[in-house]
């Protein structure tokens, strides 16, 4: 494993959003879900899509609080501009679980 340093870390900007709105990605080549998700005044709303499927549905992603990376440039994924990397964990079977605080945070909260 490469060793990093703190500057390194720091360049990572990693922040606390609330999920706005989830919506069926059927464009996708593998399943995903599209997500709104506020990191409120000074990052504004940013979207994404996620391959989660497996445990979310657009229903229960709507005001879930989720650790994103929002310091990458923008990507396409297909038909839609992807501008966060939403972060998760491989379950045993490989399937995503969100990363999200565990007490309600301000959004936009950056992780330290």
Known sequence: MAEITFDDFMAVDIRKGTVLRAEPFPEARKPAI???IDFGPEIGEKK???QI???????VLVGKQ??????????QIGPFMSEVLVLGVADARGAIVLLSPDLNVPDGGRMH
Do not use: D, G
Request: glycine letters at 0%; hydrophobic letters at 40%; a positive charge.
């Open 34 to 36: 599209k997500l709104w």
């Open 48 to 50: 994404t899509s996620a």
């Open 53 to 59: 499927t497996t445990h979310y549905t657009p229903e």
């Open 66 to 75: 989720v650790m994103a990376v929002v310091n990458f440039p923008p990507r």
